[in-house]
């Protein structure tokens, strides 16, 4: 359960809200926002971490505006050495 939680919240911007057990199963349900851009690829990936366990419902909730440009992409030097190539979302910088 513990890797699932991570995999929202740290690579991909999300925040887990609630996770709880469903009594008499070994189920876990795990209540989290994700921004759609994050989104996609999640599903095959937890299936992928989980050996097919997980099966993952992603549903649209609200808007939300986020703190960074989703189109950022590093243009000097320092900003290749300092958040990569991809400057992806773990490595992006705010715009705050």
């Known amino acids: ?3 699932v939680a991570s995999m929202v919240s740290c690579p991909r911007g999300g925040r887990v809200l609630t996770e709880e057990m469903k009594e ?4 876990f349900i ?10 996609f690829g999640f599903a095959d990936e937890i299936r992928k971490r989980t050996s097919g366990l997980a099966s993952p419902q992603l549903v649209f909730s609200h808007w ?3 703190p960074s440009d989703p189109f950022w992409v590093p243009t000097t030097e320092e900003e290749y050495l300092h958040f990569g190539e991809k400057a992806d979302s773990a490595t992006r910088p705010s715009s705050t």
């Open 24 to 27: 008499g199963t070994e189920m």
């Open 30 to 39: 795990i209540k989290a926002m994700l921004p759609v851009a994050e989104s």
């Open 1 to 3: 359960m513990c890797s």
């Open 64 to 66: 939300e505006v986020i």
